[in-house]
């Protein structure tokens, strides 16, 4: 079950005070005072609250500490300006896969925030449908977008414009050798873990992702491949059977 009621983050009931309590925000790290907010102490601020997809993304990617670029994902498709499927997967990608790079590799605030700037204007070039119309989805274009970006590749670069383009090309394979209709939950993930190894193998950085990726958006989706989805909520597979190997 996807979170429609209650916490948006983990779907506990709210906590109502009569008191201003000090809250920090879950998305933007933001402290406030509110006099709401979940049993497990989850808040979200109000501008993360009306914030467009895109924005939620970029200032969430920006602020978050975590080096696991799957439960970032995961925590903002729980926003509710993130839809079921839509363009916004294609800037979720890359820059969840930067927050967590930029974690690891312990880049400046500034230059992390600088190059998921970059990664949002060029996925927004990126339009819904692509996967089918195009035949490249935009999930797998994200992650040739995180590639080009932290190894600097242009047009005119050789090794790097190389890779940036292998690592769109294994994304798509994986995508497509899943089959089904478009999914962008699942795309998406496949999408992160193509890129997770593809570093470990290609760049040496091993970006920690946990034990298990579970989709609870199933209901959301007519087209889902339920069961024979490897991301099931009901299924419980393992990660390293899942894509880290
Ligand atoms: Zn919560
Ligand atoms: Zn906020």
């Known amino acids: 079950m996807t979170h429609r ?3 948006l983050i983990c779907g506990a009931e709210l906590e109502y005070f009569t008191e201003q ?4 925000c879950h998305f933007c790290g933001t402290t406030d005072t509110a006099n709401a907010r979940c049993a497990q102490g989850h808040y979200i601020c ?15 990617c920006v602020h978050s500490d975590s080096l696991d670029p799957a439960t970032l994902a995961a ?4 926003h509710p300006s993130v839809n079921m499927h839509g363009p916004e997967h294609h800037f979720l990608v890359p820059a969840v896969l930067l927050a967590a790079y930029c974690g690891v590799k312990g880049v400046a605030k500034e230059e992390k925030s600088a190059l998921i700037r970059t990664a949002r204007q060029r996925s927004e070039d ?3 449908g692509f996967c089918g119309l195009h035949g490249a989805c935009g999930a797998g274009i994200g992650t040739g977008i995180f590639i080009s970006l932290i190894t600097g590749a242009t047009p005119l670069s050789t090794r790097e414009r190389g890779m940036s383009n292998r690592m769109t090309a294994e994304s798509l394979l994986e995508i497509a050798q899943t089959g089904g209709a ?5 795309d998406s993930f496949l999408a992160i873990l193509a890129a997770v190894r ?10 920690p992702v ?7 958006f199933s209901e959301l989706n007519r087209e889902c491949l339920k069961e024979h989805c490897r991301f099931n909520g009901e299924r419980s597979i393992r990660l390293c059977r899942a894509g880290m190997d």
């Open 198 to 207: 593809f570093v470990r193998n290609e760049l040496g950085i091993l970006l």
């Open 210 to 216: 946990g034990n298990e990726i579970r989709c609870t």
């Open 21 to 24: 309590l000090s809250c920090t």
């Open 46 to 60: 109000e501008e993360c609250h009306r914030s467009s997809a895109n924005d939620v993304i970029e200032r969430y």
């Open 5 to 7: 009621s209650g916490c």
């Open 126 to 128: 990126v339009k819904g």
């Open 75 to 78: 925590t903002l498709m729980h």
């Open 182 to 186: 478009r999914c962008c939950k699942r």
